[in-house]
């Protein structure tokens, strides 16, 4: 029956264009996003105080909050702590391997800093001769999906800078979109991958626009 096949074969081409021209669109608006986050973390980056921070210790301090309380043994986050670290290397801070913060800083002293005790914050900064303490705190919500019945997942990672002397200089915070799964912390370090130039910049932009404090 040709006169019922086609017509069904001539909207072909118009279906291919019609995908293709939503297709050529999606791409578009992501290559315009990546230039304008891009953009962005030059612009923050452009902030003239590299000489300020070269070579100054930085102490990475990884936690997950779970049910309330905060889960910090550090060895659970080394690839989030790799990765942090590596973005730090670039902007000239010295940083610390695990082992070493290990070795220095009582895991007691570690949990108190996650309850933002300042005491214990300036202790373990004062144990290693740190100029400064970079927090993140890993926390996840569960929802449920309003379309369709499954559970989801929205995790967020929240970094707060602090000097030697304990006091907060800038924070930053990365998102993810809700996911279905139970792998928070693999989510996170997805999140890490995806964002950390963008916290890292936000970051040192903030410390820079504040007056500098004394050189460890």
Not at 190 to 206: C, G, P
Request: aromatic share 6%; proline share 4%.
């Amino acid at each position: 029956m040709p006169w019922v096949i086609l017509p069904s074969l001539s909207l072909w081409p118009l279906a291919a264009s019609a995908q293709g021209f939503k297709f050529s669109n999606e791409d578009k608006a992501q290559a315009e996003e990546k230039a304008e986050r891009k953009r962005r973390i030059d612009d923050q980056l452009s902030t003239p105080c590299l000489d300020r921070i070269k070579n100054r210790k930085i102490m990475v301090l990884i936690g997950e909050e779970v049910n309330g309380a905060v889960q910090a043994r550090q060895a659970a986050f080394s690839p989030h702590f790799d990765a942090i670290n590596s973005r730090l290397l670039k902007l000239g801070l010295r940083t610390y391997t695990q082992e070493e913060i290990r070795r220095q800083v009582a895991q007691a002293e570690i949990d108190a800093h996650f309850r933002n005790n300042p005491d214990a914050a300036l202790s373990a900064a004062k144990r290693l001769a740190a100029s400064y303490t970079l927090r993140g705190l890993i926390s996840s919500r569960a929802m449920r999906n309003p379309m369709i019945p499954v559970n989801q997942v929205a995790v967020s990672l929240q970094f707060v800078l602090s000097g030697a002397d304990g006091k907060r200089i800038s924070q930053a915070e990365a998102q993810s979109q809700s996911f279905s799964g139970a792998d928070v912390q693999g989510m996170a370090l997805t999140l890490i991958n995806e964002q950390a130039e963008e916290v890292v910049a936000k970051l040192y932009s903030e410390h820079c626009q504040q007056p500098e404090r004394g050189r460890k």
